[in-house]
Every structure is written in structure tokens, then in C-alpha cells.
């Protein structure tokens, strides 16, 4: 189960922190990662960060958006800076992994809203 939270009104050249964190038995994690979704648009990844350490980001993103997490709290986070109206969406987490069955999981969060307004 994926909680995330941290959306929410600002203005142009603002910043917002989203948060995410699972729950549950979980035995390791290999991506957590952002996903965003404008209206009328299909969802598209923002930024991901692997177990590996690699982040990898949007284009559209890069400079101004960072990924992070805690490991001790199975948590992924987005820093976002420099908002622009068109960052506008509902952006969803999303975490790929292991349960403590050793099962694998591929879970999105419930969504949070970013409105960016110029």
C-alpha cells in the first residue's frame, strides 16, 4: 500500500515536496519512481530511482525536479522547484519489488494534485 501526499496550490516558480511511503511486508524494493498525469494527457514517468542509486528524469524535469527516498521508512520523495503551469497534474508514485513472500509487486500510490498557476 503506497500513501502519498504533498500536492497542492502554487504559484509559478514555486516549490512543492511530495511524499510516498509503502506499507506492508516488504521484502526489498528495486524503483520508486513519479508518474504525472495532465488532463487530457496519458500519465508519463517524471523521475525514478532505482536500487542501484541511478535516477533517471523527464527532460522536461531535469534541473528543477529531485528524487530521493529513505530507505528506513520505504519512502520516495519529489523535490520541485521552478514550477511552470504546464507541471500541472495529478502525479501518482509508484513502487516496483518484493514482498516478504517474495512476491512481486507493482504498486502505483492514489494520486495527488499539483496546480501550478502563472
Known amino acids: 500500500q503506497l500513501q502519498a501526499s504533498g500536492g497542492g496550490l502554487v504559484q509559478a516558480g514555486g516549490s512543492l515536496r511530495l511524499s510516498c511511503a509503502a506499507s506492508g511486508g516488504i521484502h526489498s524494493i528495486n524503483v520508486m519512481g513519479w508518474y504525472r498525469q495532465a488532463p487530457g494527457k496519458q500519465r508519463e514517468l517524471v523521475a525514478e530511482l532505482t536500487s542501484g542509486d541511478t535516477r533517471n528524469y523527464a527532460d522536461s524535469v531535469k534541473g528543477r525536479f529531485t528524487i530521493s527516498r529513505d530507505n528506513a521508512k520505504n519512502a520516495v520523495y519529489l523535490q520541485m522547484g521552478s514550477l511552470k503551469a504546464e507541471d500541472t497534474a495529478v502525479y501518482y508514485c509508484?513502487?516496483?519489488?518484493?514482498?516478504?513472500?517474495?512476491?512481486?509487486?507493482?504498486?502505483w500510490g492514489q494520486g495527488t494534485q499539483v496546480t501550478v498557476s502563472s
Open positions: 509508484n513502487v516496483v519489488g518484493y514482498t516478504a513472500g517474495m512476491r512481486a509487486f507493482n504498486t
